[in-house]
């Protein structure tokens, strides 16, 4: 649960799979390891509820830990999408001037 919730947090960034996955991946077992052990299935369902508390509330830790790293990822990217749109307008700028000199040369 520890290893999901890591994984799908902090490195793929989706906070809420990894409850969702634990808790399917536990409920599923809950109805199926009685077929093969005396033991009922509502006792592991419980320990998966619980385990799903777990995983909701390390998600929600870890999404606040990154809250700024992602904030500030966010706004460098679009400072570079920004300087990347002022550098093509002066480029575009820059080849129509030239075109125009050129043109008021040739003639």
């Known amino acids: 649960m520890i290893l999901i919730a890591l994984i799908f947090g902090l490195v793929l960034g989706r906070f809420i799979f990894a409850p969702i996955l634990t808790f399917v991946l536990l ?7 009685p077929n093969f052990f005396d033991i009922k299935f509502q006792p592991l369902l419980g320990y998966a509820a619980f385990l799903t508390v777990l995983s909701l509330l390390l998600s929600i830790l870890f999404w ?17 999408l920004q300087q990347k749109k002022f550098d093509e ?19």
């Open 27 to 33: 409920g599923i077992a809950a109805f199926i390891l």
């Open 64 to 80: 606040f830990m990154t809250k700024d790293y992602r904030k500030n990822k966010k706004l460098k990217l679009q400072a570079k």
């Open 89 to 107: 307008n002066q480029n575009r700028a820059e080849m129509e001037s030239i075109k125009h000199h050129e043109n008021l040369t040739n003639h």
